[in-house]
């Protein structure tokens, strides 16, 4: 994949706009982002199509993860790992060198295609990764999904009250073929420089919402990226239950089930029987709590809905596991029982 520069564009091709609006028509917010202190209820996608590395304030970040490309020269797997890992590693230019090492321990520890933490503290960066790597341990069948580890500005698609993001699906480019097919697809961990730059507004942000129950108990600045491995650990199950073992790559081999993926999920047809099925065993074992005052014992997030006024049943899991990796056996009773139905799904021995 040479001449990345060459292949970032801001003119769409009619068959690229094409794409762009069926996935905004496929992609509701659940499944496209989930997003911890605030869901966001609008999407747009693939709109930044171009570099900038220049930044706007002490808490920006130099770093764009949302380049779109098309008429790529894609054949398999390969060529879309080749073409994350180009469009991440020209925007380290001007990145701390400790930094970079940090990023490629956490490449090479834990199988993520690319990580872009550049000013980040290296202390913190060091830590984040801790956190990856204890969830990595407890469920080594999460390996090899997440292709990108970023920090990331507010604005846009993620707005200044959003900590941190998780993004399952990300249309990242399309082929040169006249169909257009394969897609690229990134799945991303995304961070709020406004927060991650700035720990100490982060910690008092994480203390705040503690302790007026919005996050699980005990949440801390590093946690909240547990909630979004939340996401991604029921997004891997996610994938398993509609039979993909991958969405890096979409042709006309799997779309079908991509498409039947995203729509079950949009209509949180999956997360809802995780829920229920823990249910059932919380009430089969003596619980007497209805179902909504059951999931909001482990925080006011876990019961959260979305601007129609309906529940978000992603963040309920989310907040179960940010729970339990936070307190263990001490995590709310609901969190514990949603936790061993989400280890069931991905096959987790506990």
Known sequence: MNGLDKKITVGFSLAFVGLILL??????????????YFDNSSENIGNKVSVNYTRK???????????????????????????????????????????????????????????????????????LGNVIGKIYQDYPSARGYLSNLTIANSGGDISENTIAAFQGAFPFATSNSRSSYPWAIKTLLILNSKYFLNPDRLQLNANKNAATGWFPKGTTKYSTVAHELGHYLAFIATLKHYGLDSITLIDNKNVDKYYTMIKNHNNSTYAYEILTK??????????NLNFDAWRATISKYAIAKDNSGNYIYHETIAEAFHDVYLNGDLAEVASQYIVQVLKSELEVKS
Do not use: H, W
Request: hydrophobic share 35%; with cysteine; proline share 2%.
């Open 57 to 127: 304030g002490e808490y920006d970040t130099v770093i764009v993860y949302d380049n779109v490309y098309q008429g790529v020269k894609i054949k398999n797997k390969s060529d879309i790992t080749n073409l994350i890992i180009e469009d991440s590693e020209v925007q380290k230019v001007n990145c701390p060198s400790e930094i970079k090492s940090i990023e490629d321990e956490i490449i090479k520890k834990y199988g993520i295609t690319a990580v872009n933490l550049c000013e980040i503290d290296p202390n913190f960066a060091r830590e």
């Open 278 to 287: 823990a249910y059932k065993k919380y009430q089969q074992e003596g619980g």
């Open 23 to 36: 996935f905004a028509g496929l992609f509701m917010t659940n499944f496209v982002r989930n997003s911890y």
